[in-house]
């Protein structure tokens, strides 16, 4: 019976449940402990570390504190056939992405295997996630980096030089500061203009073609001078 579990590469003081079946029907087996009779648990890390014995030991209680190889049954009732196993730190190193653990040899027991994939530590750091990248993603990442002998930030700082300077050679930043003092200027005289009339210049003609004009346009009509 295949179970699977996850865990951080390199952590410790860890544990897992697994269920446990018999041989015979597939139901639950129950009573199993840490010293029944031919009753064998085993690790293995990757694909080339050889089968390592796991020295089974008793918990106080489901709940006790953990111990490498602790082996306990939760429930005979409410958790039947499942039990709690105490995972010797060695099983969890770094090195590999994967580990199996069985456990077989009691009498009418279904060997139980359990597959543990090993992922890179994952931590919080205000607020966003960052994990630790495996060794050939972090070298393919500095390769970029450092792309034909030049730094992103050299990248960076040649744009942002490009940016300011035109074609000529100038700078394009004095060009902008020219013409907005040329706009400040501008807009000086043009603040004064009044609109009471959408899109109409409020107006107060002073001469036409040269020739002051007199009167008011209304009860003295307009005259040149």
């Known amino acids: 019976m295949l179970q699977t579990f996850t865990f951080e590469k390199g952590k410790t003081s860890q544990s897992l449940y697994f269920t446990v079946q018999k041989s015979t029907d597939g139901t639950a087996f129950t009573g199993l402990l840490y010293n029944t009779a031919s009753l064998t648990c085993y690790y293995k890390r990757g694909a080339t570390d050889a089968a390592t014995a796991i020295t089974l030991a008793t918990l106080a209680s489901e ?44 009498t009418d027991m279904h060997p139980s295997t359990l597959s543990i994939s090993l992922v890179e530590p994952v931590t919080i750091v205000s607020g966003v996630v960052a994990a ?15 792309d034909t002998g030049t730094t992103l ?36 005289p043009t603040d004064k203009m009044v609109f009471t009339n959408t899109n109409e210049l409020d107006v107060n003609t002073k001469s036409i073609n040269d020739a002051e004009v007199v009167g008011d346009g209304n009860a003295t009509p307009w005259d040149g001078v």
Do not use: M
Request: charged share 15%.
């Open 63 to 106: 709940t006790a504190a953990w111990s490498s190889g602790g082996l306990i049954l939760i429930s005979d009732t409410s958790f039947e056939g499942t039990y709690r196993f105490d995972i010797p730190d060695a099983v969890l190193a770094t090195g590999v992405d994967l580990a199996s653990i069985v456990f077989r040899g009691a």
């Open 132 to 146: 630790s990248l495996p060794s050939a993603t972090q070298a393919s990442i500095d390769a970029i980096e450092v």
């Open 153 to 188: 930030q050299a990248e960076l700082d040649a744009i942002q030089a490009a940016v300011i300077t035109n074609a000529a050679g100038a700078d394009v930043a004095a060009d902008i500061i020219a013409l907005k003092t040329v706009a400040d200027a501008i807009k000086v």
